[in-house]
């Protein structure tokens, strides 16, 4: 808290927040959150930058490699 910029919100306000959402999120679109990571630079004092990935795995033997075909409309 004592490290916390004039008129900005604390680190661990806007971490645990942003946690909530990942997980909202992933209920949102049906998938489970699997890891969350937060990582930090001390030197670092922009705005809180956020990236997202989901990521799946399948048995091999349920892999389909087929060519598009032409659908009529």
């Known amino acids: 808290m004592k490290d ?7 680190t661990r306000k ?3 927040g942003a946690a909530a959402g ?6 949102q679109i ?8 937060e990582l930090y630079d001390p030197g670092y004092v922009a705005k809180r930058m956020e990236i997202g990935a989901v990521i ?3 048995p091999k033997a ?3 490699r087929e060519e598009p075909a032409v659908r009529a409309m």
Do not use: R
Not at 22 to 27: L, V
Not at 30 to 37: D, E, I, P, S
């Open 30 to 37: 049906g998938l489970a959150t699997g890891q969350v990571t």
């Open 4 to 10: 916390t910029m004039k008129g900005k919100l604390p």
């Open 22 to 27: 990942y997980s909202s999120y992933g209920n």
């Open 56 to 58: 799946g795995a399948s």
């Open 62 to 64: 349920n892999v389909m």
């Open 14 to 16: 806007i971490t645990t």
